[in-house]
């Protein structure tokens, strides 16, 4: 049976270097933009409702009957209207829901497939590990946008389908450097007491190994946001996206179907793809922030 000191210290000393590396990542100025940027969508997202002017799907018309398409920002429009006279600001505010949803969805699905692989396939090693790491050539063998068109395919064009292949394509990324932390953390001397004293496998795996590489999950996690919000916006671009659904792809698909490029609505289709590239930096502007935590030596 495990030492309860033992199981203390460890405790301890997790919740001390987990503290330490929070304290490094909002110092730096780059994780605290990405988590900024983080912070700004889900209270958008939250209160969406309060915030938009108008249905971000309803045709909207001027006071003499008339359908207000192509309206210029400013007024009762704040970033116009679209050809269809549907106010373009609306369905910006109305988009972020399904990028965090997405984003939110994808992010956990990664960090949970991932972490939990990289833990048995680095600490059980043997034939098991073999087969994971195999099993993770075959996941990133798979082209990614193609699998979620084919996914859409088989299916009816839903959300769901993006997280999906996310989910099922993205972990070994976080399982293959999960892994190789294990491969060092099991090694050491406070897991090697714990064994000693009769902790079981899982008891180790999870009580003293898993803390260890918390932030690493954290941040494949971030970075998988990121990646969800842009590969939903690719399939919504392309048409394989889900109608019922608002989102700053389809913002981008229906712009480009009716030409508001060649038209010089800006209004139209720059707004929702600086929120795409936003979201997007602010997983790698958490990923700079935590190198330094993860990896010492770059401090110098």
Not at 43 to 59: C, G, S, V
Not at 138 to 153: D, Q, Y
Not at 174 to 184: F, K, S
């Amino acid at each position: 049976m495990a030492n309860p000191a033992v199981l203390g210290r460890t405790a301890a000393r997790s919740r001390s270097v987990f503290r330490e590396g929070a304290a490094r990542i909002l110092r730096d100025p780059f994780s605290v933009a990405g988590l900024s940027i983080y912070l700004v969508l889900i209270l958008i997202a939250i209160f969406a409702d309060q915030l938009m002017t108008h249905d971000p799907t309803q045709i909207l018309f001027r006071p003499n009957g008339r359908v207000a398409n192509n309206q210029p920002p400013g007024g009762a429009f704040l970033l116009g209207t679209t050809n269809l006279g549907r106010d373009i600001y609306s369905q910006l505010v109305a988009g972020s829901r399904n990028a965090l949803m997405v984003g939110l969805a994808a992010a956990i699905s990664v960090a949970a497939i991932g972490t939990l692989i990289g833990l048995l396939s680095g600490y059980f090693g043997g034939k098991i590990d073999a087969f994971l790491m195999r099993l993770s050539d075959v996941a990133l063998a798979i082209p990614f946008l193609p699998f979620v068109i084919v996914l859409s395919g088989f299916f009816r064009a839903n959300t769901w389908n993006v997280v999906i292949a996310v989910a099922l394509l993205l972990w070994p990324n976080t399982a293959r450097v999960i892994r190789a932390q294990v491969l060092t953390v099991k090694e050491r001397a406070y897991v090697e007491a714990a064994r000693v004293t009769g902790a079981s496998d899982m008891r180790i795996l999870f009580t003293h190994v898993a803390p260890n590489i918390l932030p690493l999950t954290f941040l494949y996690g971030s970075v998988a946001i990121g990646w969800a919000i842009l590969t939903e916006a690719a399939v919504s671009f392309v048409g394989f996206g889900d109608p019922s659904r608002m989102s700053w792809g389809y913002m981008l698909q229906d712009a480009f179907v009716s030409q508001a490029l060649s038209r010089g609505s800006w209004n139209w289709f720059l707004p929702p793809g600086i929120c795409i590239i936003l979201v997007v930096v602010a997983g790698f502007f958490l990923a700079r922030g935590a190198e330094e935590v993860l990896f010492p030596k770059l401090r110098s």
